[in-house]
């Protein structure tokens, strides 16, 4: 069974910074492309950031762009987004999600192309 976990969260203030962190279990994730989204209260979830199956290609929404970095630990079936000079704007629950990708360097940036999901941790930024 494929289970994603995030963890990292938390009530910080601008400015600050925060690394979630999403750990994959149920099978091989050194061959998917996974991505982080968020959802804050009465809004749609939107994308955050992507990372191809190579970890070079990234994607990033022109909202977090030079704030955010997603990376991977293949080893650890770990991702990663670190977040930098957070906003209050930020404030959202953050899910990480994952698909098998045979494109080495393609990112998705639509949810609807995942097949798995975490649970969600929650990032609340103060002003």
């Known amino acids: 069974q494929v289970q994603l976990v995030e963890s990292g969260g938390g009530l910080v203030q601008a400015g600050d910074s925060l690394r979630l962190s999403c750990v994959a279990s149920g099978r091989a994730f050194s061959r998917d492309a996974m991505g982080w989204f968020r959802q804050a209260p009465g809004k749609e979830r939107e994308f955050v950031a992507a990372?191809?199956?190579?970890?070079?290609?990234?994607s990033y929404a022109d909202s977090v762009e030079d704030r955010f970095t997603i990376s991977r630990d293949n080893a650890k079936n770990t991702l990663y987004l670190q977040m930098n000079s957070l906003k209050p704007e930020d404030t959202a629950i953050y899910y990480c999600?994952?698909?098998?990708?045979?494109?080495?360097?393609?990112?998705?940036?639509?949810?609807?192309?995942?097949?798995?999901w975490g649970q969600g941790t929650q990032v609340t930024v103060s002003a």
């Open positions: 990372l191809a199956r190579s970890g070079s290609t990234k």
């Open positions: 999600a994952t698909r098998y990708s045979s494109d080495y360097e393609r990112t998705y940036l639509e949810d609807y192309k995942y097949d798995y």
